[in-house]
């Protein structure tokens, strides 16, 4: 299983990601395990470490999907 973290602080990017990751989980035959994320605070260095995938927005308020 391929494990996808996607985090983003704005609710459209999240909802579209997650009507993707819906129409892809209905249509292959991969097994992939999606996170969304919307606050950015619940982003857990030891727990991202374990992700395939991340897909980070690059500025998110105080924060970013690079250097924290």
Not at 49 to 64: H, K
């Amino acid at each position: 299983m391929i494990s996808i973290t996607i985090c983003d602080d704005d609710p459209a990017v999240i909802s579209t990601f997650q009507e993707y990751a819906e129409r892809y989980n209905r249509s292959s035959s991969a097994q992939l395990d999606w996170i969304f994320l919307s606050d950015p605070s619940a982003m857990d260095p030891n727990t991202l470490a374990a992700e395939d995938i991340l897909i980070l927005d690059i500025q998110m308020g105080e924060m970013n999907g690079i250097g924290g």
